[in-house]
DNA sequence: CGCTTTTGACCAGCGC
DNA sequence: GCGCTGGTCAAAAGCG
């Protein structure tokens, strides 16, 4: 499936003088209140449905594993789908039930290894930097060149704690310039610098001063390894994620909602139709 | 002066 | 064994 990133944020910043009375604004507090709890419970849903799904998949992967030995080997770049870790779904060829020996190897290096988690991340378009504001402070150790990217790809190591394993890897997406791909590998042995999270900072991103702020790296499931955020607007979303439960049931929202294409229809049908509606 | 980024060199794994 | 590729190292340079 072709990664699509949807824009979760809200632009509060337009027109911030105009219409609204207070009365207004309670009212619509009230009611985004409401539509929470009710995503919330959506998403609780969801979870246990995935979860149970992923416990079926495992299975059938271990099944298929004993019945359906050797096949030939390819070379570990071909027919893999660049955001895809397990090779089970979308490889190029378009042969999506297959499961190879190959990806089941990676599938069970994945649940073996220390934490690997990727996120997409939004950006600007003219933000042509690999600086992914996260929470904590990265060091750049190298950058390269891949043969299946034109975009080079930066490698860092947590300079928080000077033991700290965590290592991440940015690069853009091939498919959206505008989406860093960033895998953390490792679990951090330290606490990140603030207790609060904000995911975002497209604040000025220069080499230096790797700003320490904002989310910690996120400590995603190993059943759930892909979370997409948006960069692009700040400041609104940092409210969203106070704890890991909160955290993790929305990075299952936008895992869930990003594959759904209906879903972002009606999301930006609903926004602009609020939008339109509204008394400017 | 200390820390960070840059960047070419080096190394290891893999396929042929 | 060779070549390709991804990942890491380390010296040099920049910045506050």
Known sequence: MEPTCLDTSLNLNAHPSSVHTDGVLVEELRRLSCENKRLTEMLTHLCDNYMALQKQLTQLINTNFEHDPVESRKRKAEGECCTNKFGVVNNSNGDSSSITEDSLKRYKDFNSSPKVS????????????????????????????????????????????????????????????????????????????????????????????????????????????????????????????????QQFLVQQMASSLTRDPNFTTALATAISGKILGAKW
């Open 118 to 245: 990727k996120v997409l991340v939004k950006t600007e378009a003219s933000n042509n930097s690999l600086y992914v504001m996260d929470g904590y402070q990265w060091r750049k150790y190298g950058q390269k060149v891949t043969r299946d990217n034109p975009s080079p790809r930066a490698y860092f190591r947590c300079s928080f704690a000077p033991t700290c394993p965590v290592k991440k890897k940015v690069q853009r997406s091939l498919e959206d310039p505008t989406i860093l791909v960033t895998t953390y590998e490792g679990e951090h042995n330290h606490g990140h610098q603030r207790g609060e999270i904000s995911l975002v900072s497209n604040q000025s991103e220069g080499p230096k001063g790797s700003s320490p702020v904002s989310s910690p790296t996120p400590s995603i499931p190993s059943a759930c390894p892909t979370l997409m955020l948006d960069m692009v607007k700040s400041g609104l979303v940092e409210s969203a994620q106070k704890s890991s439960v």
